[in-house]
């Protein structure tokens, strides 16, 4: 494709004291420029008149030069156009090396090398079944979104263009800070609202303006690897608390490090087992972060979609002495592309937090920050929420009868009534990173429970995401995997008549 105008940014120059003549200057930048690639084949040069009056060069010099380089083929004319580096040197012009040999030289920083290793976990653009993360969004929302994407940008104003509040839009404040004092049970002003990039960009702003290197952590376990690798990479000191049918064990929290500075927690549903923290511990939690004074980071990232039941209040609602910093994200409800989440920070944290959002980005994108705040305002994101959840619960029915019907006798299969994934527990001894690689060999994407844990035993089971997909990949994908799953049980424990039986 034709690179049009950067070459009118290049950094030509002539040397007047040079004895080379200036025409052949001209040329051998040119020449240069093309075999080091700074100017890439399809790029249209300046006019030789913009060139003549550019370098303050006679008319004729350039075009001397630029004869010069079309006879040698480095570029072509192109009747009615203009003047181009030639397409016929695409693919041939060697990469310059250099990068490639600082890079065998010399070893990287110990943090570069933290968050490297870390790179190939990031994989939730995925799109296979039964990945987790995923969002569907039906014609409707697409429309609306459309439509007020093209209101937004027509009335973007000078204000909106330049350096905004870094706590965000204050129409998007007030409707989500409605939303959560009606949905969630949130405490809140609109002024403790910032809106965020998203749950990991809360978090880590909270890591920044709550802890100190080496200060002691708790983290569910199993637990959101995440919120794990966040927290690690910031040089804390993890202390995972076990989970059971309650959530977090508040009693063994205390035992292990009751002098920790914070907890990170899912109470809503818990992280990946989908539990519910119980009231008690509940109450346990505010309890220690009120008498030890940490704080509680409550990550709140699935409640909009809950399928039975009424509509669980949030941890931070029964927080009377602001020790939680409450987290909700955008980017589950509509899109993970959006980009757009939110915290809401007890007042004597915000001057802080807002100061430590303006140095890590400033401030959210204005244009998406209008269009979600009309999106929310109109009452479209009621009715996106109401559409998902039946059609993510008809999905989650899909998945986890067939799963049944094909493998129940391997399988225990947890049915959530909130959230976008299940737990498939193993029943008969075989492996879930055995299963998980069977599986991606089969095509299909799921996540083995044991990777969650730190120092609980684990309890193998499969992790599947249902929201991303249609109700008729998931059924097929079900089926391939109910085999796998089968085939997968250690020999010994099945008995032949229940195989005959299959
Ligand atoms: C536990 C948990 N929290 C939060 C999120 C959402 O993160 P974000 O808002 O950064 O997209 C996810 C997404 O997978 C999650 O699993």
Known sequence: MAQQGWAELYGWQLDRRSRTPLSRQLYMQ??????????????????SRAMAMRLKLARASVVAAYEQLLAEGYIEGRAGSGTYVSNDLAGRIARPSRLR???????????????????QSTAQADVRPFNTGRTLVDARTVDVWRK???????????????????????????????????????????????????????????????????????????GYFMTHRQLLLANMRLRPVAVDAQGIRIEAGLRAAPKARAAFVTP???FPTGVQLSMARRLELLAWARESGAYVVEDDYVSEFRYSGPPLASLQGLDEDERVIYVGTLNKALFPGLRLGYAVVPHALLPAFVSARYLLDRQPPSLYQAVAAEFL????????????????????????????????????????????????????????????????RAGIVLRAMSRFYRR????????????????????????????IVAAAVPRKRVSRPAARNR
């Open 377 to 440: 305002a109109e009452g479209h994101f009621a009715a996106h929420i109401r559409r998902m959840r039946a059609l993510y619960r008809e999905q989650r029915d899909a998945l986890t009868q067939t799963l049944i019907r094909r493998a129940g006798g391997h399988l225990q299969v947890d049915v959530p009534d909130q959230g976008m994934h299940l737990i498939a527990y193993l029943k008969n001894g075989a492996s879930d990173m055995q299963i998980e690689e069977e599986a991606k």
């Open 148 to 222: 007020l994407t093209h209101r937004a940008a027509r009335s973007l104003g000078p204000d909106d263009l330049g350096y905004t509040d870094p706590c965000g839009l204050i129409a998007l404040r007030r409707s989500i800070c409605d939303y959560l004092r009606t949905a969630r049970a949130v405490r809140c002003e609109p002024e403790q609202i910032v809106v965020t990039g998203g749950t990991q960009h809360a978090i880590d702003i909270a890591i920044r303006v709550l802890l100190a290197p080496g200060d002691e952590v708790w983290v569910e376990d199993p």
């Open 101 to 119: 040999i600082v890079r065998k030289a010399r070893p990287l920083p110990g943090a570069a090398q933290a968050f490297a290793e870390f790179a």
């Open 268 to 270: 809503s549903h818990q």
């Open 456 to 483: 609980a035993e684990p309890r193998p089971a499969l992790m599947l995401g249902f929201s991303g997909f249609p109700r008729t990949l998931i059924v097929p994908a079900a089926a391939k995997l109910a085999a």
């Open 30 to 47: 040119v020449r240069a420029g093309v075999l080091a690639g700074a100017l890439a084949p399809g790029t249209k040069l300046p006019s």
